[in-house]
């Protein structure tokens, strides 16, 4: 079933787990882009909370971190006017289809899902929602008739998994999921670690060593870790691949990123520098502009709770709507009894 058409924008689907802390790397590489999309297509946003579960949790930790990264996207510029932003859980029908997929996808094929095998081989116990997880995703994309799915190189084989599932599904039981495609998103900057810059800035390691800057910290800590940011023993500050320039190389496209200035003009207002200390003060001083309002309003839809669950309650009610008619069509095209 695919429900494009040349009167609606394409329907996009987007997830990100509340784990660990929201950093620079993840807004200019993602947030950021998903905020520009909610103008230009039909998109819904979800905090997964249900895949964070595939690994223990502290319970008040996962809610407490589920309302966080709410909060975050909300202040980074997504708007419930212009996008459906939810929580999974909030959404009953994404656990009930889960089941319903799982019980046609083969085993084999979750066998053979890479993440699944790495992920396996670093635990002595793995939980059975580590191998199902990807039938859980599948169903977060199917429910709602998503034509595109962003994601990068490593997630593209979960989104041909999800066409294996609605195919077979569709076969069995009549056209009723749409095939999503799998998208690469626009190019969002690829931010490095401020003390590894040869790898990517992550949200799974300690972000208070200098790692990372947290989209919440304050303007001093943002200023002492690009201070304290890896470069090298010169001092000319180009854009370069050579190894040794990574870290100028890394502070250069934090720069221009914010800035959104061509290559050109970047290094034109570097021109005259007087070395490394000119380069990180000019990098933190648009970090923290960009930063000190979304880290403000975050502030503020946490100290108003009230507010952050009526704009949670707008998204879970449309995205609620879409999934339960979707949910009613598979359960028809199953057999079950539908009550009257």
């Not at 199917?142 to 077979?168: F, M, N, S």
């Not at 930063?291 to 449309?318: C, F, K, S, T, V």
Request: net charge negative; hydrophobic share 40%.
């Amino acid at each position: 079933m695919d429900e494009t058409t040349p009167s609606r924008k394409p329907r996009v689907l987007s997830g990100i787990q509340p784990t660990g802390h929201l950093h620079l790397g993840n807004y200019l590489g993602a947030i950021r882009q998903w905020v520009k999309a909610q103008d230009e297509k039909d998109c819904f946003y979800c905090v997964v909370d249900l895949h964070a579960i595939t690994v223990p949790q502290d319970p008040e930790a996962l809610r407490a971190s589920t309302r966080q990264v709410t909060a975050l996207l909300l202040a980074a510029g997504l708007d419930p006017e212009r996008c459906t932003l939810f929580v999974q859980s909030h959404v009953r029908a994404h656990a009930e289809c889960s089941w319903l997929l799982t019980c046609i996808t083969p085993l084999g094929w979750l066998e053979r899902m890479v993440q699944y095998k790495s992920k396996a081989q670093r635990q002595e116990s793995v939980q059975t929602g580590l191998l199902t997880y990807p039938v859980l995703q599948a169903g977060d994309i199917l429910l709602y008739h998503a034509d595109e799915v962003p994601v990068g190189e490593d997630q593209k084989q979960h989104v041909e998994l999800t066409r294996d599932i609605a195919q077979r599904f569709n076969h069995q039981f009549g056209e009723v999921l749409t095939l999503p495609k799998a998208v690469l998103p626009a190019a969002g900057a690829r931010i490095m670690g401020l003390d590894d810059p040869v790898n990517k800035m992550s949200k799974s390691l300690d972000l208070s060593g200098g790692h990372a800057v947290r989209m919440t910290d304050p303007d001093k800590k943002i200023e002492k870790a690009i201070k304290r940011a890896v470069t090298d023993s010169g001092n000319e500050i180009v854009f370069s691949d050579a190894p040794e320039k990574a870290g100028v190389n890394n502070l250069l496209t934090i720069y221009q990123a914010l800035t959104e200035k061509s290559p050109e003009a970047v290094l034109a207002d570097f021109a005259n520098a007087r070395g490394y200390g000119d380069l990180k003060k000019a990098v933190a001083e648009v970090v923290v502009e960009a930063l000190r309002p979304i880290r403000e309003e975050y502030e503020h839809l946490l100290n108003d709770p009230g507010e952050l669950d009526r704009q949670l309650a707008i998204g879970a009610e449309r995205a609620g709507e879409i999934a339960e008619a979707t949910l009613l069509s598979m359960k028809e095209g199953m057999g079950f009894l539908i009550p009257g």
